[in-house]
């Protein structure tokens, strides 16, 4: 599968940004879809993931309450729906895409990466 992540873009603090990854190629909904996110200087996090249908979703203590993830499966595209954001969510945002059992909340677990989009938060 290949994805392709955009939506990214320049918000005060205190905004909103959705995401949008779309993927190409078969069984999209075979996937569990995550979203990282990489800083400058810094490792890449995981933000959330969801599994096949979108009713299972996993956040990282730092965005719970205030990022969403979701998906389409008719459509082949994830979302990441982010309020209130905050000049610490500036970074590369990354989707990918995982076919382990179970859920997959480290990088290592993914195995197709989208090409990132830059989120930046001014405050």
């Known amino acids: 599968v290949q994805l392709q992540a955009f939506g990214g873009g320049l918000v005060q603090a205190g905004g909103y940004l959705r995401l949008s990854c779309a993927a190409s190629?078969?069984?999209?909904?075979?996937?569990?879809m995550g979203w990282f996110r990489q800083a400058p200087g810094k490792e890449r996090e995981f933000i959330a993931s969801c599994n096949w249908s979108g009713g299972n979703t996993y956040y990282a203590d730092s965005v719970k309450g205030r990022f969403t993830i979701s998906r389409d499966n008719a459509k082949n595209t994830v979302y990441l729906r982010m309020n209130s954001l905050k000049p610490e969510d500036t970074a590369v945002y990354y989707c990918?895409?995982?076919?382990?059992?179970?859920?997959?909340?480290?990088?290592?677990?993914?195995?197709?990466w989208g090409q990132g989009t830059l989120v930046t938060v001014s405050s």
């Open positions: 990918a895409a995982s076919l382990v059992a179970g859920t997959a909340l480290q990088f290592y677990e993914y195995a197709y």
């Open positions: 190629g078969r069984a999209f909904s075979s996937y569990i």
